[in-house]
T-cell receptor
Framework: DADVTQTPRNRITKTGKRIMLECSQT?????MYWYRQDPGLGLRLIYY???????NKGEISDGYSVSRQAQAKFSLSLESAIPNQTALYFC??????????????FGPGTRLTVT | RKEVEQDPGPFNVPEGATVAFNCTYS??????FFWYRQDCRKEPKLLMS???SGNEDGRFTAQLNRASQYISLLIRDSKLSDSATYLC?????????????FGGGTRLMVKP
């Protein structure tokens, strides 16, 4: 089984709809991240969480919110989806300072299309 | 200036060729460096960490030059399966503790 899973894998939604993307991990990592990837722009950080009580905005957090329900679960919500939020979304995890492991491990991605 | 810069390519090489990618980073306080591989429409996967002394993993060799702030990846005896986008990744030390900054990637296409 994959260490980092994301649901749904693909989603088409309409402008104005609320949508939630979910991420779960079995790696036992404290840190979790949400990124979006657009062609030609690389990976951009939306939100990150270093533990259940810690949530931080990334470089492009406007229009998004997150919830860290447990160490293993981190969800991303689009409160009112708009077409320019069409992108590939990745969840990632890392061990962080307690483990000295900074490399991140990614889920398979969610392809979101907003029409 | 971008924090991590890479030539986007594509690099088109024949099977068996040796190919090298470079990456430059702007934050001299960066401590950890990685190369990730990303196949089309798939998630990035850690290829290798980059150590100060340089390191090798099979056909892949990574080098770090702190003075010039660049990282390189050398692939020997290219295989068709090496075709992918290679992401240079650097830690960005800050109060939050070593976040990762990703380069835009270099695309490699290995031809028969």
């Amino acid at each position: 089984d994959a260490d980092v899973t994301q649901t749904p894998r693909n989603r088409i939604t309409k402008t104005g709809k609320r949508i939630m993307l979910e991420c779960s991990q079995t790696k036992g990592h404290d840190r979790m991240y949400w990124y979006r990837q657009d062609p030609g722009l690389g990976l951009r950080l939306i939100y990150y969480s270093f533990d259940v009580k810690d949530i931080n905005k990334g470089e492009i957090s406007d229009g998004y919110s997150v919830s860290r329900q447990a160490q293993a679960k981190f969800s991303l919500s689009l409160e009112s989806a708009i077409p320019n939020q069409t992108a590939l979304y990745f969840c990632a995890t890392s061990g962080g300072q307690t483990s000295g492991i900074y490399e991140q491990y990614f889920g398979p991605g969610t392809r979101l299309t907003v029409t | 200036r971008k924090e991590v810069e890479q030539d986007p390519g594509p690099f088109n090489v024949p099977e068996g060729a040796t190919v090298a990618f470079n990456c430059t980073y702007s934050n001299s306080a960066s401590q950890s460096f990685f190369w990730y591989r990303q196949d089309c429409r798939k998630e990035p996967k850690l290829l290798m960490s980059v150590y100060s002394s340089g390191n090798e993993d099979g056909r892949f060799t990574a080098q770090l030059n702190r003075a010039s702030q660049y990282i390189s990846l050398l692939i020997r005896d290219s295989k068709l399966s090496d075709s992918a986008t290679y992401l240079c990744v650097v830690t960005r030390p800050n109060n939050a503790g070593n976040m990762l900054t990703f380069g835009g990637g270099t695309r490699l296409m290995v031809k028969p």
